[in-house]
Nanobody, 129 residues
Framework: DVQLVESGGGSVQAGGSLRLSCAAS???????????MGWFRQAPGKEREGVAA?????????YYSDSVKDRFTISLDNDKNTLYLQMLSLKPEDTAMYYC???????????????????WGQGTQVTVS
């Protein structure tokens, strides 16, 4: 089975920054560049929302939700098989559990939709005060 392990969450003051990491387990043989990979978040009492994704079709393209565009950056280190989410200018409304997700299935899907992903990490908490 593929395992995704997130790290890098924590507590920061508004205006601060964090970088989240998501590593795919080496034993799984899964590589992020196969299809689609992304970051989601879920605040208490709210639905999980997609905030950033990279979708590898003919070219690798990045997608962002309006709420994080121009503040968050998704990136991929192929050598380390690790996905990152750099978060700048954090706001209290960014407080949530952040999840890494990946898709290992074929097909064209919306990259920021939760239903597009079949592999999920356990999450890392981000708190902005």
């Amino acid at each position: 089975d593929v395992q995704l392990v997130e790290s890098g969450g924590g507590s920061v003051q508004a205006g601060g920054s964090l970088r989240l990491s998501c590593a795919a387990s080496a034993l799984s043989g899964y590589t992020f560049t196969r299809a689609c990979m992304g970051w989601f978040r879920q605040a208490p009492g709210k639905e999980r929302e997609g905030v950033a994704a990279m979708y590898n079709r003919l070219v690798l393209k990045s997608y962002y939700s309006d709420s994080v565009k121009d503040r968050f950056t998704i990136s991929l280190d192929n050598d380390k098989n690790t996905l990152y989410l750099q978060m700048l200018s954090l706001k209290p409304e960014d407080t949530a559990m952040y999840y890494c997700a990946a898709r290992s299935l074929p097909g064209v899907v919306p990259p920021l939709a939760e239903s597009s992903y079949n592999i999920w990490g356990q999450g890392t908490q981000v708190t902005v005060s």
